[in-house]
């Protein structure tokens, strides 16, 4: 078992100076995640919040290879990245030996959104890559607009709450699940407050041979508008809640990795948060009934598919 | 900050000093709290340093010795997940009134 202890003693892939809001959860994500692996690592990275909020020209705040790409194609950059270097490997330009690991990371925007075809082709491929998407459920970066991860009920921008609308109608994408549909070795969701959990998922993903894909619960003040300093107890109110299951699918064998001792009602989740403060007027009742009735649904599902 | 001008920047956007985004002085948005660290109380368990945002938390050999203002925006973070009951990092007013936008 990893200690923190000598994780901080590893040296930092990205470093401080980035322009993240206060209290974000992004770099935490990342901190851990970037000392999964000790083999080189070769990043490809999604417009979005991570990648404006790090590279403001002419300063950067990665200490490795980091291509920015648009945000619908991370996948397919990092998917060439990767083909380069087997061929390169058969040609004996890279000695057979050398091992690089390849990351694409995107926001939910650009992941669950602009960026899926991209992400369904590479993974579809079979390029040994790992993908990560930080799912913070809004556009952060450019000022809260819905996403297909957005709950139903969020007021976002373009799903503003008001007299003729209870923020967001539809239900989010599970795109974790979408994942699993593409058969590949690994796929799991991960929250940064059980850190060792998402350590030893991000692991598991750099060591898997072809394709793995993490979709990892990210925390956004800004956006959530909650009390930043309560960020971490608020991702455990999520996994308590089974808003977001921790769970990962090996070679298309469930596992499911966080059971709450006791399932809290989503009602927790939701109250912490300025973005479903409208929820508790009166007319607005049956979204919360149907959120919670979703997310039942879900982690009944969920059960069902981890043969528990 | 002193911007480089054209002459100095390398074509197309490539940035060969990585890391240098350590230039940038996140603490300097800092404002209204900050986090005062209590040696002694400290357990070293590294959930400030784990949970820091900012990479503001300082860690000397296998320890934590204490906050980089340079960098630390204060969220609170640090001191709602410091395990101890007797906590060993608490929030504090700040008392100076810090300059608008970064330094170098």
């Not at chain 1, 952060?140 to 297909?148: D, I, L």
């Not at chain 1, 350590?199 to 041979?209: H, I, N, R, S, V």
């Not at chain 1, 109110?237 to 699918?249: F, G, K, Q």
């Not at chain 1, 409208?278 to 039942?296: G, I, M, P, R, S």
Request: glycine share 8%; proline share 4%.
């Amino acid at each position: 078992m990893a200690k923190l202890k000598d994780l901080a003693a590893m040296e930092d892939r990205l470093v401080a100076g980035h322009g993240m809001c206060i209290g974000c959860g992004i770099p935490i994500i990342f901190r851990i995640v970037l000392r999964a692996t000790e083999d080189p690592l070769i990043i490809a990275n999604a417009t979005g919040c991570l990648e404006v909020c790090t590279t403001i020209f002419p300063r950067t705040s990665w200490n490795i290879t980091w291509v920015h790409s648009a945000f619908e194609n991370a996948a397919a950059t990092i998917a060439g990245v990767e083909s380069m270097y087997q061929a390169l490997k058969k040609k004996g330009r890279i000695p057979e030996d050398k091992k690089i690991r390849f990351l694409g990371i995107g926001g939910d925007g650009g992941t669950y959104d602009i960026g899926l075809q991209a992400l369904s082709g590479a993974v579809e491929r079979g390029h040994d890559i790992v993908y990560i998407c930080y799912d913070n459920n809004v556009y952060a970066n450019t000022g809260g607009q819905r996403s297909s991860a957005t709950p139903l009920g969020a007021s976002a921008t373009t799903s503003p709450e008001g007299k003729e609308s209870p923020g967001k109608l539809q239900r989010r994408k599970d795109l974790t699940k979408i994942l699993v549909a593409h058969n590949i070795p690994y796929v799991a969701q991960a929250s940064p407050n059980r850190w060792q959990d998402l350590y030893k998922k991000a692991q598991k993903a750099f060591e898997t041979e072809g394709p793995a894909f993490l979709n990892i619960l990210c925390l956004c003040p800004t956006e959530w508008k909650y009390d930043e300093s309560q960020g971490i107890r608020l991702a455990q109110t999520a996994i308590d809640s089974c808003v977001w299951p921790l769970y990962e699918v090996e070679n298309g064998k469930y596992k499911i990795n966080y059971l709450p001792k006791e399932k809290k009602p989503v009602l927790e989740w939701i109250k912490a948060q300025g973005r479903f403060r409208h929820l508790f007027k009166e007319e607005n009742a049956w979204v919360l009934e149907e959120f919670q009735k979703q997310v039942d649904e879900d982690w009944e599902e969920l059960h069902k598919l981890a043969n528990l | 900050m002193k911007k480089e001008t054209w002459k100095e920047l390398t074509i197309g956007t490539i940035n060969l000093d990585a890391g240098n985004s350590v230039k940038n002085l996140t603490g300097t948005w800092r404002s209204g709290k900050k986090p005062q660290f209590i040696q002694d109380k400290c357990i070293q368990c590294f959930f400030c340093w784990l949970y820091c945002p900012h990479s503001a938390i300082l860690v000397e050999g296998d320890e934590v010795k204490g906050i980089n203002y340079d960098y630390c925006t204060g969220c609170g973070i640090c001191s709602v997940e410091c395990p101890p009951k007797e906590k060993a990092i608490i929030m504090v007013k700040e008392e100076v009134k810090l300059a608008e936008g970064g330094a170098e």
